[in-house]
């Protein structure tokens, strides 16, 4: 080929002389000047030869037909070139991309075969992969919605049971409470009921019932005098009734008194000389306005409130004076001694004669309130019973000493002599 194109070249570039000798034919190929036909044969002198032959324009038309061939392979070689480059510049970034993918995506898709149906079938493969996972993810947050879904509702239903447990607890609680508060009143009861059926047991049966009796006090000594058996509680308040009969003179002396280690003086009740009759407690005074010293019998109820020391003086059912401010804030102190008839100077004895109640007393009762006017009505009236819930008047809770004496009486049935 390349001899073809340099012979060509040279017929191109030259100009072919025929000549005949006496051993054959022969060409010389002479320089063709710039700008010069390349079919015209020029002589050695420079001017043009006329084609003598229609050979020689055939082969001239055939080396310009070939010339322009060969620029035509030549443009297109050029621009083949130049398509190549460019295929090599993208084939050299789609390995490097492909590299990259293949580093990315080595444990997912793994690296694509080059075959075009081979990558059709990968890339398939890969898709159904890829859905396959989809769906197990999908599935996986149903799953994970789901199972939130029934922690909440459980969480809810949790917090209602606590709740409600907490209610039933609550209530049982109440009742756990009303009921130990109703079987203590219960049980007190009960006890009262069975004191006062040993008590009936122990009567000698000289009484009708344990509570109609007086204690008869006929002389000014320092040793008649009647006993309580039962002791207060701290007390906070009180109310303390009793019957009184007396017309000795000057003063009635003391119908009571109760002492304490201490405080001789915890709460005293005492008519003494000219003196009006006074209340005493925690050795603090207050004249009270009655007046019972006409031999008939009277009910006499006082009530106190350690609030602001607040007392009330009731006379017959009649209320005739109220005060405060006596021992207010105090309370009555436990464990003291009841006395009937004198005023303790040391907690149950060291009477004084002067102090010394002359006269009867019956229905002596104290409760640790304060008893609302119409109770105290009731039992001035006689149209009530209420017996004391500290101190109740019952025969076998009452000894006497040093000539005091127990007496049958119907207290209502003996006033209603009196009036």
Not at 150 to 159: C, I, N
Not at 222 to 240: C, D, H, Q
Not at 338 to 353: P, S, T
């Amino acid at each position: 080929m390349l001899a073809v194109i340099v012979g060509l070249l040279c017929l191109l570039g030259g100009r072919a002389v025929r000549s005949q000798d006496a051993t054959g034919s022969r060409f010389v190929c002479n320089a063709i000047p710039p700008g010069a036909e390349p079919g015209c044969g020029y002589g050695p002198t420079g001017n043009r030869v006329q084609s003598s032959s229609p050979v020689e324009d055939e082969l001239r038309n055939t080396i310009i037909q070939l010339r322009e061939t060969i620029l035509q392979q030549k443009e297109t070689i050029v621009s083949q070139q130049g398509t190549i480059k460019e295929l090599n510049s993208k084939l050299a970034r789609c390995e490097a991309a492909a590299d990259e993918r293949k580093e990315y995506g080595k444990n997912t898709m793994g690296d694509l075969p080059r075959d075009p149906s081979e990558t059709i079938d990968q890339l398939g493969k890969t898709m159904q992969s890829l859905k396959g996972r989809l769906e197990n993810l999908e599935v996986r947050w149903h799953k994970y919605a789901l199972r939130d879904l029934l922690r909440q509702r459980l969480g809810a239903l949790e917090t209602q049971l606590l709740r409600k447990v907490a209610e039933l607890e609550e209530e049982k609680s109440q009742l756990y409470n009303e009921t130990a508060a109703h079987r203590q009143r219960t049980e007190s009861a009960l006890n009262s009921l069975l004191e006062r059926i040993t008590e009936l047991e122990k009567s000698n049966n000289a009484f009708k019932s344990p509570e109609d009796f007086k204690v008869s006090l006929p002389l000014r000594t320092n040793y008649l005098y009647g006993r309580i058996k039962k002791s207060l509680p701290e007390m906070y308040a009180f109310t303390v009734c009793m019957w009184l009969k007396s017309s000795a003179s000057p003063g009635i002396g003391t119908p009571f008194s109760y002492g304490v280690p201490g405080q001789a003086n915890e709460i005293v009740l005492i008519e003494w000389g000219n003196n009006p009759i006074e209340l005493l407690v925690n050795d603090k005074v207050a004249q009270l306005p009655l007046s019972v010293s006409d031999g008939r019998w009277h009910h006499i109820c006082i009530t106190w409130t350690t609030r602001d020391g607040f007392w009330e003086a009731y006379q017959d059912g009649e209320r005739l004076g109220t005060g405060d401010n006596l021992a207010p804030w105090h309370p009555i102190k436990p464990g003291g001694v009841i006395i009937l008839g004198q005023e303790q100077d040391i907690v149950g004895g060291r009477f004084d004669a002067t102090q010394a109640f002359v006269g009867e007393l019956s229905q002596f009762n104290m409760w640790d309130r304060v008893l609302r006017p119409v109770d105290i009505m009731g039992l001035a009236n006689c149209s009530a019973y209420m017996p004391g819930n500290v101190v109740p008047w019952i025969d076998a809770n009452v000894e006497v000493f040093g000539g005091a004496s127990k007496a049958a009486l119907e207290i209502c049935e003996d006033r209603a002599f009196d009036s």
